[in-house]
């Protein structure tokens, strides 16, 4: 599996697009300065719980955080969740001290560990957290600046009572504002990498920028583009608002170009895709989602069985480029377009 979810807080920046992106949402976050570019999300009263992943006998995720001192502390049970079947196995939970904060692993309200060390407010700071959900030979690593900061093995990490986990969510009770979150990244340990500890990484969300080869869908109004090139702090592109694309016909093809990574230009671990599809009416479709590789190569990603007719977020999490199943380079981005065929 490696590289199975993606938050950057940059291409969903509003209530509309995270109700289809994660299963449940509550509350919101308030968008602000990003850790190293970009955008990040404030921690408000909300949860935030990603799609299912399918088991993993290991769970990691490195996400960046900034905390300030003066808008009070967290209550417990706020934090980061690996899940089984939406119960906890694992949690990590921020600690408010008076000149610093720390970081508590935690099995429900059982404390598996506490960081000695105590981490300054008001600056950013990277962490990855590795976690075997098991109730009797379970082990956890926390890691700060991709250095070991707590660890523990042989002990319950299970709160479900059964190994392994399938989700992640972020579950913050208490309204916090000004703590943020940003270049959240959550990987499993089966198959290909990244499949381990993938040290501080960033997250950057590209939006549509022009039609791609293929246009043959058909616009609401205007052209395919100008109806799904959303930017984070515009209003979303819905049927009935500000237009859609629809097609009938079994083989039809749209295909999209999207705007060049600019801050990442060395190794890529995964690229996620997000498309949003409902049916016009009551009924069903399958619809593949597709890449062009600069080579003009069009391959398969996914099938997605749509059949509600409220729009859903698809996500594909792509370790390789499926064009050859090589490791992914900017070019393959830059150069590349993602798009959706009727299928049956």
Same mark, same amino acid.
């Given at each position: 599996?490696? /590289?199975?979810?993606?938050?950057?807080?940059?291409?969903?920046?509003?209530? +509309?697009?995270?109700?289809?992106?994660?299963?449940?949402?509550? /509350?919101?976050?308030?968008?602000?300065?990003?850790?190293?570019?970009?955008?990040? $999300?404030?921690?408000?009263?909300?949860?935030?719980?990603?799609?299912?992943?399918?088991?993993?006998?290991?769970? /990691?995720?490195?996400?960046?955080?900034?905390?300030?001192?003066?808008? $009070? %502390?967290?209550?417990?049970?706020?934090?980061?969740?690996?899940?089984?079947?939406?119960?906890?196995?694992?949690?990590?939970?921020?600690?408010?001290?008076?000149?610093?904060?720390?970081?508590?692993?935690?099995?429900?309200?059982?404390?598996?560990?506490?960081?000695?060390?105590?981490? =300054?407010?008001? %600056?950013?700071?990277?962490?990855?957290?590795?976690?075997?959900?098991?109730?009797?030979?379970?082990?956890?690593?926390?890691?700060?600046?991709? #250095?070991?900061?707590?660890?523990?093995?042989?002990?319950?990490?299970?709160?479900?009572?059964?190994?392994?986990?399938?989700?992640? !969510?972020?579950?913050?009770?208490?309204?916090?504002?000004?703590?943020?979150?940003?270049? *959240?990244? #959550?990987?499993?340990?089966?198959?290909? %990498?990244?499949?381990?500890?993938?040290?501080? +990484?960033?997250?950057?969300?590209? +939006? *549509?920028?022009?039609?791609?080869?293929?246009?043959?869908?058909?616009?609401?109004? $205007?052209?395919?583009?100008?109806?799904?090139?959303?930017?984070?702090?515009?209003?979303?592109?819905?049927?009935?608002?500000? $237009?859609?694309? +629809?097609?009938?016909? =079994? !083989?039809?093809?749209?295909?999209? !170009?999207?705007?060049?990574?600019?801050?990442?230009?060395?190794?890529?671990?995964?690229?996620?895709?997000?498309?949003?599809?409902?049916?016009?009416?009551?009924?069903?479709?399958?619809?593949?989602?597709?890449?062009?590789?600069?080579?003009?190569? #069009?391959?398969? *990603?996914?099938?997605?069985?749509?059949?509600?007719?409220?729009?859903?977020?698809?996500?594909?999490?792509?370790?390789?480029?499926?064009?050859? !199943?090589? %490791?992914?380079?900017?070019?393959?981005?830059?150069?590349?377009?993602?798009? =959706?065929?009727?299928?049956?």
């Amino acid at each position: 599996m490696a /590289g199975l979810w993606t938050e950057g807080f940059e291409t969903h920046q509003i209530a +509309s697009q995270w109700d289809r992106r994660y299963v449940t949402r509550t /509350g919101s976050f308030t968008i602000q300065a990003g850790r190293v570019f970009g955008s990040a $999300g404030s921690i408000n009263a909300a949860v935030f719980v990603a799609p299912s992943f399918g088991l993993e006998t290991t769970l /990691g995720v490195a996400f960046g955080v900034n905390l300030l001192v003066q808008t $009070g %502390a967290f209550t417990a049970l706020d934090g980061l969740y690996f899940e089984r079947g939406g119960v906890e196995q694992v949690h990590l939970e921020f600690v408010k001290n008076a000149g610093s904060f720390e970081i508590k692993i935690m099995r429900g309200a059982t404390q598996l560990g506490i960081t000695t060390s105590a981490f =300054v407010y008001a %600056a950013w700071h990277h962490f990855e957290l590795k976690v075997t959900p098991h109730p009797s030979t379970g082990s956890f690593e926390l890691r700060h600046n991709e #250095v070991n900061v707590l660890s523990a093995s042989g002990i319950n990490t299970a709160g479900s009572g059964s190994s392994q986990a399938d989700g992640f !969510a972020m579950r913050f009770a208490s309204t916090s504002t000004n703590n943020r979150l940003d270049d *959240i990244g #959550v990987w499993g340990a089966s198959g290909a %990498a990244p499949n381990d500890f993938v040290g501080d +990484s960033v997250v950057e969300g590209l +939006s *549509i920028s022009g039609a791609g080869a293929t246009t043959q869908w058909t616009p609401s109004a $205007g052209s395919n583009f100008d109806n799904v090139d959303d930017t984070g702090s515009l209003t979303p592109d819905d049927a009935g608002a500000n $237009g859609f694309n +629809s097609s009938d016909t =079994v !083989a039809q093809r749209d295909l999209y !170009a999207y705007g060049d990574l600019t801050q990442i230009d060395g190794t890529i671990l995964w690229v996620q895709l997000d498309t949003q599809l409902a049916m016009a009416t009551t009924g069903s479709r399958n619809v593949k989602t597709k890449y062009r590789d600069p080579d003009t190569t #069009v391959v398969d *990603i996914a099938t997605k069985a749509v059949t509600l007719t409220v729009y859903a977020s698809f996500a594909d999490v792509m370790s390789a480029n499926p064009n050859g !199943a090589t %490791a992914w380079d900017a070019t393959d981005v830059n150069g590349g377009q993602f798009g =959706v065929e009727i299928a049956t």
